[in-house]
Nanobody, 125 residues
Framework: HVQLVESGGGSVQAGGSLRLSCAVS??????????TGWFRQAPGQERELVSG???????YLSDAVKGRFTISHDNSKNTVYLQLNSLKPEDTAMYYC??????????????????WGQGTQVTVS
């Protein structure tokens, strides 16, 4: 049974910061390794990939958040973090954590991960 539990959303003023966390539990392929990423969806818009940790451990950040957001992970806790700095009103969205097993990491990059968190709301005014 795979679970992604998110926390850390909230309401902030423009220029503020938040940190999102996502704890992944479960072991599907025996390795216990998870590729993870963060998506967001604003009302009336499609879900978009914001950030992800690729198979080689490098980080992907969309152009919209590059220089403002940072993704990191703690393998010992199977937890991925998204630090959101210099927030703008256009960052307002539901943020979703996503995960997939090592052999399917590409699913995150193409927007079809196997596992999703419940979402956490970020509102910037």
């Amino acid at each position: 049974h795979v679970q992604l539990v998110e926390s850390g959303g909230g309401s902030v003023q423009a220029g503020g910061s938040l940190r999102l966390s996502c704890a992944v539990s479960g072991n599907v392929d025996g390795s216990g390794y998870w590729c993870t990423g963060w998506f967001r969806q604003a009302p009336g818009q499609e879900r978009e990939l914001v950030s992800g940790i690729l198979t080689d451990g490098s980080a992907y950040l969309s152009d919209a958040v590059k220089g403002r957001f940072t993704i990191s992970h703690d393998n010992s806790k199977n937890t991925v973090y998204l630090q959101l700095n210099s927030l703008k009103p256009e960052d307002t969205a539901m943020y979703y954590c996503a995960a997939d097993v090592r052999s399917s990491c590409r699913n995150i990059v193409v927007g079809t991960p196997s596992y999703w968190g419940q979402g956490t709301q970020v509102t910037v005014s």
